[in-house]
């Protein structure tokens, strides 16, 4: 167990699957207290009680991070309720391929943009607040391979994964004097119900051909970097873009 981590009150929004759910899972097994939310209730829920069930120690709160009023009210919550939040993990997002750049609707552009970017923002701007008056944080923003590149028929994805490394980098700049540390972590083809939305022949075409270690990656590879990022042995590392891609983005 990294003591480092012991106690701490983990605040983790997406958490009801896929990256959220495991981060949630190895940080409660490492002693942290767990504020799972999420818009998805029955799978936050599940989450919660598993963790709860072995030991853990979890909280869940049904969140929609792309509405500030409410980003605002729950983290104020968890704040009076528990006195602090010392980590914090901004994984809330959707995704989807949807056509060329000119051929998005601005429903589809404007909801990406709320939830991926805009929901972060938020989180951040309530998270940096409570850590200012800790005197202390660490904030994990996840970013993705389409916030380094361009992305083909996703053009409002890779947008609002590009702003979330800006936001990230601007932060680090803002508040490493005041002890608070904000990286990203930037996973490249992670096995997610996002794959969902690519072409198998093109996940073939990435795994055989595109990743050196001709595999997609899992959430527990992600989980444990961002528990990396968190804990005490990163204590130095600020304002960074961990790739997880499996050196996809090497060559």
């Not at 767990?34 to 979890?58: F, H, L, V, Y």
């Not at 053009?155 to 979330?164: D, L």
Request: glycine share 12%.
């Amino acid at each position: 167990m990294d003591e480092s981590l012991k106690n701490k009150v983990a605040f983790i929004t997406g958490a009801a699957t896929g990256i959220g759910k495991e981060t949630a899972l190895l940080l409660a097994k490492h002693g942290a207290k767990i504020m799972i939310a999420d818009i998805n209730e029955i799978e936050g829920r599940a989450t919660t009680k598993t963790i709860n069930d072995s030991g853990g120690i979890a909280y869940f709160y049904k969140l929609d991070t792309s509405i500030k009023k409410d980003v605002a009210k729950v983290l104020d919550s968890i704040f009076k309720e528990h006195g602090s939040i010392e980590l914090a993990v901004n994984n809330a997002g959707i995704g989807g391929l949807v056509g060329s750049l000119h051929t998005i609707e601005e429903p589809t552009w404007e909801r990406m943009i709320s939830v991926c970017l805009s929901g972060v923002f938020y989180c951040m701007q309530e998270e940096l607040k409570h850590m200012i008056s800790n005197k202390s944080g660490k904030i994990v923003n996840v970013s993705s391979l389409a916030g380094l590149n361009g992305v083909r028929n996703g053009s409002h994805y890779s947008a609002a994964k590009h702003g979330v490394i800006g936001l990230t980098k601007s932060a680090a700049i803002e508040y490493g004097g005041l002890n608070i540390r904000v990286n990203s972590v930037c996973p490249g083809f992670i096995q997610t119900a996002i794959l969902d939305d690519v072409p198998e022949k093109s996940l073939e075409f990435v795994k055989n051909l595109r990743v050196p270690m001709r595999r997609i990656g899992n959430t527990i590879e992600v989980a444990e970097s961002i528990l990396w990022l968190l804990s005490e042995k990163s204590s130095f590392v600020n304002g960074e873009g961990l790739l997880i891609d499996g050196g996809f983005q090497a060559g």
